[in-house]
């Protein structure tokens, strides 16, 4: 699954400024540049709720995968800071200009800081307190998005993560991805269709691939069948299940469904 990594993007040395012109945010007063990168075409997942244990990992339990150009910088300020003055600092600048909130959660709300930092981020520096953490999601009409994670490490200081991804795919805002996981957790994918909206329905595209016994497009079948079998009859009711096979494969992922509002 694909995460922000930093190993797969090259390292920029620069200063804070220049770096924040980028993103079009100011670091927080003192704010320290740790590393910052870069890196065009890069298949990035965008975290719309919390992090919950998935099989044997972690993962958020609705993303949105895009293909984009990426950046990001991790800033650390010192200890005396307070943890809601550095939130609020970014959080109205990341709101400005029309932006609206996909998701934002903090301290227990969020999840495990261990599995965000570790398992999602992929940066041990941004290990801290579960308590003492803030995530925030952002898009704006230009589908850029930023993605903010704070929290205070042991040692007192506080980290920031600000990354932001450009979607260089096609711009039909009707076929957004609002969901997408894999087609395997039925656990997950029911309480995503349970939550849904009264009157909302949602098309479901599924993704597989060829096996020695199966083509991809009956492997995909075999998908859906055991899906709707999970979620049961009352929820089938609000899904549409399309096989795409392994057309999907690169910009979707294999064995993962991805749900897409359907119109009211």
Request: glycine content about 6%; proline content about 2%; charged content about 25%.
């Given at each position: 699954?694909?995460?922000?990594?930093?190993?797969?993007?090259?390292?920029?040395?620069?200063?804070?400024?220049?770096?924040?012109?980028?993103?079009?945010?100011?670091?927080?007063r003192?704010?320290?540049?740790?590393?910052?990168?870069s890196?065009?075409?890069?298949?990035?997942?965008?975290?719309?709720?919390?992090?919950?244990?998935?099989?044997?990992?972690?993962?958020?339990?609705?993303?949105?995968?895009?293909q984009?150009?990426?950046?990001?910088?991790?800033?650390k300020?010192?200890?005396?800071?307070?943890?809601?003055d550095?939130?609020e600092?970014?959080?109205?600048?990341?709101?400005?200009?029309?932006?609206?909130?996909?998701?934002e959660?903090?301290?227990?709300?969020?999840?495990?800081?261990?599995?965000?930092?570790?398992?999602?981020?992929?940066?041990?520096l941004?290990?801290?307190?579960?308590?003492?953490?803030?995530?925030?999601?952002?898009?704006d009409?230009?589908?850029?998005?930023q993605?903010?994670?704070?929290?205070?490490?042991?040692?007192?200081?506080?980290?920031?993560?600000?990354?932001?991804?450009?979607?260089?795919?096609g711009?039909?805002?009707?076929?957004?991805?609002?969901?997408?996981?894999?087609?395997?957790?039925?656990?997950r994918?029911?309480?995503?269709i349970?939550?849904?909206p009264?009157?909302?329905n949602?098309?479901?595209?599924?993704?597989s691939?060829?096996?020695?016994?199966?083509?991809?497009?009956?492997a995909?079948?075999?998908?859906?069948?055991?899906?709707?079998a999970?979620?049961?009859?009352?929820?089938?009711?609000?899904?549409?299940?399309?096989?795409?096979?392994?057309?999907?494969?690169?910009?979707?992922?294999?064995n993962?469904?991805?749900?897409?509002?359907?119109?009211?």
């Amino acid at each position: 699954m694909v995460r922000f990594r930093g190993i797969f993007c090259s390292l920029l040395l620069g200063s804070s400024a220049s770096f924040a012109a980028l993103l079009d945010v100011e670091p927080y007063r003192d704010a320290q540049l740790v590393k910052s990168y870069s890196k065009s075409e890069e298949l990035v997942e965008i975290p719309l709720s919390k992090i919950r244990r998935a099989g044997s990992g972690w993962e958020p339990e609705s993303v949105i995968r895009l293909q984009g150009k990426y950046f990001s910088s991790l800033y650390k300020v010192n200890r005396n800071a307070l943890l809601p003055d550095v939130y609020e600092h970014y959080r109205s600048q990341m709101l400005s200009s029309g932006r609206s909130v996909l998701f934002e959660c903090e301290s227990r709300s969020c999840g495990s800081s261990n599995a965000w930092a570790n398992n999602f981020f992929q940066d041990y520096l941004l290990y801290g307190s579960d308590s003492s953490q803030y995530l925030l999601v952002v898009q704006d009409q230009q589908d850029i998005y930023q993605v903010l994670y704070i929290n205070r490490r042991g040692a007192g200081d506080v980290m920031i993560r600000l990354d932001e991804v450009k979607s260089t795919e096609g711009q039909d805002t009707s076929i957004n991805i609002v969901a997408q996981m894999d087609v395997n957790d039925i656990p997950r994918i029911r309480r995503f269709i349970s939550s849904l909206p009264a009157g909302q329905n949602v098309v479901g595209f599924v993704t597989s691939e060829k096996s020695n016994l199966f083509t991809s497009i009956e492997a995909g079948d075999r998908l859906i069948s055991q899906v709707s079998a999970g979620i049961g009859e009352r929820l089938q009711s609000r899904v549409r299940f399309i096989n795409l096979a392994d057309l999907g494969r690169e910009a979707l992922g294999v064995n993962r469904i991805s749900f897409v509002y359907v119109r009211r």
